[in-house]
């Protein structure tokens, strides 16, 4: 019994340390709302909540689907103009390698200059096998930062090298990066693709949308619009 006694009170004490590391996380986790909305807005086009269509996406920048399912929702864009807006956020997937630290370049080009932010994805889409896992499994972390920093330098010009180079080691970005992963988690993201619209998740969520799912999804939604003043009442149904 004697030599039991320290045991259970090793067993009482490390299941307090438990529970008290616990709350410190909730606490943690219900302080972590960040300063601004998560996302990166297509072309500085803000949603008008009166009448635009709002197409929120969660992408990762190493995923294959990702890459695909981008021209086509970019031409949609195109085609509807203004009733569309679109924000991407960064999902980075953890069996994707290479996926935090291309969003996290994301982040800090965004912060950099805003209007580089697409161009930079696009760039990550279309150069995508630079940084795939098997492309980069014999990399230190160091080496694929640093191929990173080059890819962004030569991607967003303008000398960005040194900056790009700090935003790397600056806890803010890495923070932004988070964020936007925990923001995903938040709103059930287990995958991408993954697309709502008008906050609304898509039923095939975390596939690729073609051109014509696209339009059998937006079609209806503007044709309602266009009589909003009658189908007011029906939300309240
Ligand atoms: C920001 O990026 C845009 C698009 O890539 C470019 O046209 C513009 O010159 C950049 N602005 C600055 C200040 O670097
Ligand atoms: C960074 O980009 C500039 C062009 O904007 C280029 O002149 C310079 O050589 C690049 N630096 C590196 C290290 O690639």
Redo the contacts with the bound molecule.
Sequence with gaps: MEILKPKLGLLILSALLFVFNLSIWTIHGQGSIPARIDGFVYKNHLPDYADTIMIEAFFDPVCQDCRDAWPTLKQILEDYGPRLSLIVHPFALAYHDNAFVTSRALHIVNKLNASATYHLLEQFFEHQENFYNQQTFAMSRASVVDHIV?FV??TV?????SAVESGFSDSRSDLATRISFKYGCSRGVMGTPYFFVNGFPLPNAGSAVDYDGWRSIIDPLINMQGKSGDETPHFFL
């Excluded at 010009?157 to 090298?161: F, H, M, R, V």
Aim: glycine share 12%; no cysteine.
């Design positions: 080059r330098n030569k010009g303008d000398d960005s090298l």
